[in-house]
């Protein structure tokens, strides 16, 4: 059986991780950044890193 995948499908499949003891901040956004271009289910920053939603609210279009 042959399936179709779709060039984006793979991406809603992968975790992203942001969790380098010594990522800055632009890095994590950045990263939020990537997940939020290629679809990626999730990512995952150091708690320390997140003020409220401001990961999530920077990296909405």
């Known amino acids: 059986m042959k ?3 779709r060039l ?3 991406a809603k ?3 992203h991780s ?3 003891p010594t990522m800055t901040d ?3 956004l950045e990263g939020c950044e990537t997940v939020r ?3 990626v289910a999730t990512v995952c920053v150091k708690s320390c890193a997140v003020t409220g939603n401001s990961i ?3 990296s909405r279009p």
């Open 18 to 20: 942001r969790l380098h």
């Open 56 to 58: 999530t609210r920077r």
């Open 13 to 15: 499949t992968i975790d």
């Open 3 to 5: 399936e179709n995948i």
């Open 37 to 39: 271009r290629y679809g």
């Open 8 to 10: 984006g499908s793979p």
């Open 26 to 28: 632009v890095e994590t």
